[in-house]
Nanobody, 127 residues
Framework: QVQLVESGGGLVQTGGSLRLSCAGSGRTFGSDAMGWFRQAPGKEREFVAAISWSGDNTYYADSVKGRFTTSRDNAKNTVYLQMNSLKPEDTAVYYC????????????????????WGQGTQVTVSS
């Protein structure tokens, strides 16, 4: 069974940091473009960050640029999202997503680009 499992969410104060992990199982995700999305209550799911399967290319939403960093360890089949300088508006359920791609440098930023999704992890930033 192919799965993506997010972890690392929690409650943090404004200005704090969290590191989310997304572990893949059931197959290798080393040739997948990976992405992070989030969904706040009453809002649509939105793009946060993306990384190519090589790890060479990344792309961020303007709202998180300079504060969030995504990385990956293909040997561990895991992708990370380091979140610094957190703000209350970052509160949401965070999801990772994956899709096999042929180009090592390709990043994907639309929800419909992705085939596999994790179950999400809650991030709450208190003011």
């Amino acid at each position: 069974q192919v799965q993506l499992v997010e972890s690392g969410g929690g409650l943090v104060q404004t200005g704090g940091s969290l590191r989310l992990s997304c572990a893949g199982s059931g197959r290798t995700f080393g040739s997948d473009a990976m992405g992070w999305f989030r969904q706040a209550p009453g809002k649509e799911r939105e793009f946060v960050a993306a990384i190519s399967w090589s790890g060479d290319n990344t792309y961020y939403a303007d709202s998180v640029k300079g504060r969030f960093t995504t990385s990956r360890d293909n040997a561990k089949n895991t992708v990370y999202l380091q979140m610094n300088s957190l703000k209350p508006e970052d509160t949401a359920v965070y999801y990772c997503a994956a899709r096999p791609v042929s180009s090592r440098g390709r990043v994907l930023i639309r929800l419909n680009d992705y085939d596999y999704w994790g179950q999400g992890t809650q991030v709450t930033v208190s003011s």
